[in-house]
C-alpha cells in the first residue's frame, strides 16, 4: 500500500508555534483514545492532529473516526474539530460514520 502524505488540508493547518507530538507520546494519546476516562479521550482528540503529529499515522486516524462516535459529546467535539482543522474534512472514511449520526 502506497505511504499516505499530508493533503492541501493538513499542510494548511501547520501554524508557526505549533506543538508536536513525537514518538511516544503519539502512542500514549493512542491509548488514551480508547480509555474509560472521557477525560483522557478528549485529550487524544484535541491532541492527535495532524497538525501535532507532522505526518499520517495511521492508528491516530482510526482512534479519531472511532471518538467521532464516542458517547461524550465533548470527544466527539474534539475528535470532529481535529478532523475537520488538520484532517479532510471529505475523506470518505467519515461517510460511514455520518451515516450512523
Not at 505511504?3 to 514518538?23: C, D, I, S, Y
Not at 483514545?33 to 478528549?42: Q, T, V
Amino acid at each position: 500500500m502506497p505511504k499516505k502524505t499530508l493533503n492541501h488540508h493538513q499542510k494548511a493547518a501547520f501554524r508557526p508555534g505549533e506543538q508536536r507530538v513525537r514518538g511516544d507520546e503519539i502512542e500514549r494519546l493512542i491509548a488514551l483514545a480508547a480509555s474509560d476516562d472521557a477525560d483522557d479521550r478528549l485529550e487524544a482528540a484535541e491532541n492527535l492532529c495532524p497538525c501535532h503529529l507532522r505526518r499520517r499515522v495511521e492508528d491516530a486516524w482510526q482512534a479519531l473516526y472511532r471518538m467521532m462516535e464516542d458517547p461524550d459529546v465533548r470527544v466527539r467535539r474534539a475528535a470532529w474539530h481535529t478532523l475537520e482543522d488538520g484532517g479532510c474534512p471529505t475523506d470518505p472514511a467519515l461517510e460511514p460514520i455520518f451515516d450512523r449520526a
